[in-house]
């Protein structure tokens, strides 16, 4: 059964970094787009950054993380990554993993329905 499991939340000073982990199982993900949500208490899901499948492929970043936040996938380890940069305590939320067959076109990588596969969250909490 195909499973996403994240890793690597956890808390942080305001500036700070951290680096969160995707390990999928349980299927081949190489030929799936592969994207980062996340949801803060009180809100709703949101996107923050989505990679396709291909070597090189191209990705995609919410404005709020634009130019802090890297998406980068290693598709031998099945594993996709979300290096966070300069965090602040409005990036406090759970972060998720999804996965999605085939390759995102552009405008569309916010959309839940694009992506097949969920994880369970990594909580992140940026201390002021």
């Known amino acids: 059964q195909a499973q996403l499991v994240e890793s690597g939340g956890g808390l942080v000073q305001a500036g700070g970094s951290l680096r969160l982990s995707c390990a999928a199982s349980?299927?081949?993900?190489?030929?799936?787009?592969m994207a980062w949500f996340r949801q803060a208490p009180g809100k709703e899901r949101e996107f923050v950054a989505a990679?396709?499948?291909?070597?090189?492929?191209?990705?995609y970043y919410a404005d709020s993380v634009k130019g802090r936040f890297t998406i980068s996938r290693d598709n031998a380890r099945n594993t996709v990554y979300l290096q966070m940069s300069s965090l602040n305590v409005e990036d406090t939320a759970v972060y998720y993993c999804?996965?999605?067959?085939?390759?995102?076109?552009?405008?569309?990588?916010?959309?839940?329905?694009?992506?097949?596969?969920w994880g369970q969250g990594t909580q992140v909490t940026v201390s002021s």
């Open positions: 999804a996965a999605g067959p085939g390759t995102l076109v552009a405008g569309f990588e916010s959309y839940s329905y694009e992506y097949t596969y």
């Open positions: 349980g299927r081949t993900f190489s030929t799936y787009a």
């Open positions: 990679i396709n499948w291909s070597s090189g492929g191209s990705s």
